[in-house]
């Protein structure tokens, strides 16, 4: 079965522009989780949404949105952008309850801010 | 942000040793997951252990919990050069099992 799929896989933007990510999530899979990913921070969970309604939010400031679309694909935006949201920003998929298969995750967008 | 501890940050083996990294959380929780990055690439799923549970293996992996020193260890045995990657533990929270908090990761290196 195909894994999820995140476009673009390498961005480079400019300081105050802004940015949309794309995850594609395993057919049947309703909840899809972003994770930021920095050598410093480590794994920050930005957001969660099931059935197109944002279940759980993490601590990012407003710049940071996303929305899901009624086949499970989900975006996240990212608003007038810093160089510190520099990142591999990562999508994951699962069914409403964690099982024993976990989240499965996409290979992630390397966003760099310039 | 809450974040586990793993222990090493780097763990350096030959082929066929075994490798054990540790993780440290800070909440009750209802599950701990660890995971698998290759050179920063996704995350790949290799076990989840529920709090009511001790232990669990999965092929060449064993996975411990203990709830009231709030850790959990992972056990590679007969490690090969393919398990060269990043391991990191994930917790769901007792609270919110939704929003994974996550460790800083063990960088294992496996050489042949």
């Known amino acids: 079965k195909a894994g999820v799929t995140q476009t673009p896989r390498y961005l480079i933007k400019t300081r105050g522009q802004q940015v949309t990510l794309s995850c594609s999530p395993i057919?049947?899979?309703?909840?899809v989780s972003w994770y930021q990913q920095t050598p410093g921070q480590g794994l920050q969970f930005l957001f969660e949404y099931f059935s197109e309604t944002q279940r759980n939010k993490g601590n990012f400031p407003g710049r940071f949105s996303g929305r899901q679309f009624s086949n499970s694909r989900s975006e996240m935006n990212v608003s007038t952008l810093e160089l510190g949201d520099s990142a591999l920003y990562l999508c994951a998929s699962s069914w409403d309850r964690p099982v024993e298969s976990g989240y499965t995750f996409g290979s992630g967008t390397r966003l760099t801010v310039v | 942000s809450q974040q586990g501890e793993e222990d090493p940050q780097a763990l350096s083996i030959q082929e066929g040793e075994n490798a054990t990294m540790n993780c440290s959380y800070k909440?009750?929780?209802?599950?701990l997951q660890w995971y698998r990055q290759n050179s920063g690439r996704g995350l790949v799923h290799l076990i989840l252990?529920?709090?009511n549970e001790r232990e669990k293996h999965s092929g060449r992996l064993r996975v411990t919990l203990d709830t009231s020193k709030k850790s959990s260890s992972l056990l590679i045995t007969a490690s090969r050069a393919a398990d060269t990657a990043s391991y990191f533990c994930?917790?769901?929270?007792?609270?919110?099992?939704?929003?994974?908090?996550w460790g800083l990761g063990t960088s294992l290196a496996v050489n042949p």
């Open positions: 057919s049947g899979h309703r909840s």
């Open positions: 909440t009750s929780i209802n599950n």
């Open positions: 252990i529920r709090s």
């Open positions: 994930a917790t769901g929270n007792a609270g919110n099992n939704r929003k994974l908090i």
